[in-house]
T-cell receptor
Framework: GAGVSQSPSNKVTEKGKDVELRCDPISGHTALYWYRQSLGQGLEFLIYFQGNSAPDKSGLPSDRFSAERTGGSVSTLTIQRTQQEDSAVYLC??????????FGPGTRLTVL | GDSVTQMEGPVTLSEEAFLTINCTYTATGYPSLFWYVQYPGEGLQLLLKATKADDKGSNKGFEATYRKETTSFHLEKGSVQVSDSAVYFCALTSGAGSYQLTFGKGTKLSVIP
């Protein structure tokens, strides 16, 4: 079956602009995660959704970052007023249990 | 908080050499342990996992044993191939209501013919 998909694969934006990154999880997976992969910080957890429960936002680095998950499926990560330090690869993962997570190919964000 | 420490790379090996990538962890509760692999130009893939002490995860000739006494989960392969060239990440989930992965910084492996 189809894996986790993310769009766009690459995004170049200017400092101060808002961006939206999209994630389509594996069908039937109730849990969805966002991570960020950057040279300086490695792989960092951002946010976690599980079913209809309130999301765990403990990894979001600032209030410029937000995410939503509509209908328990597709998720959008929004970064407002982007800064150069936001440049990274943003990874989405989903799981059917709280154990093994399957990752998408990522969105490479470059902030000029 | 939870943390994962893995050996720094890069690691360069000749084909058919023995591979060990060390990984140690600090976690509350009873963590599950993972190795993920990222091939060039591709996304993260689960390589193997172990969910309790003394479990051995294995896949594609790779093995790792969950050692609670030494808080370690070292990755091993007896004979590496050029196709194993990738970045390897050790990771954990601490459980007890916390399901995000905590990753090590990754070890880049290059296998030369």
């Amino acid at each position: 079956g189809a894996g986790v998909s993310q769009s766009p694969s690459n995004k170049v934006t200017e400092k101060g602009k808002d961006v939206e990154l999209r994630c389509d999880p594996i069908s039937g997976h109730t849990a969805l995660y966002w991570y960020r992969q950057s040279l300086g910080q490695g792989l960092e957890f951002l946010i976690y959704f599980q079913g209809n429960s309130a999301p765990d936002k403990s990894g979001l680095p600032s209030d410029r970052f937000s995410a939503e998950r509509t209908g328990g499926s597709v998720s959008t990560l929004t970064i407002q007023r982007t800064q150069q330090e936001d440049s990274a690869v943003y990874l989405c993962a989903s799981s059917s249990t709280t154990d093994t997570q399957y990752f998408g190919p990522g969105t490479r964000l470059t902030v000029l | 908080g939870d943390s994962v420490t893995q050996m720094e790379g890069p690691v360069t090996l000749s084909e058919e050499a023995f591979l060990t990538i060390n990984c140690t962890y600090t976690a509350t509760g009873y963590p599950s342990l993972f190795w993920y692999v990222q091939y060039p130009g591709e996304g993260l893939q689960l390589l193997l996992k172990a969910t309790k002490a003394d479990d051995k995860g294995s896949n594609k000739g790779f093995e790792a044993t969950y050692r609670k006494e030494t808080t370690s989960f070292h990755l091993e392969k007896g004979s590496v191939q050029v196709s194993d060239s990738a970045v390897y990440f050790c990771a954990l989930t601490s459980g007890a209501g916390s399901y995000q992965l905590t990753f090590g910084k990754g070890t880049k492996l290059s296998v030369i013919p």
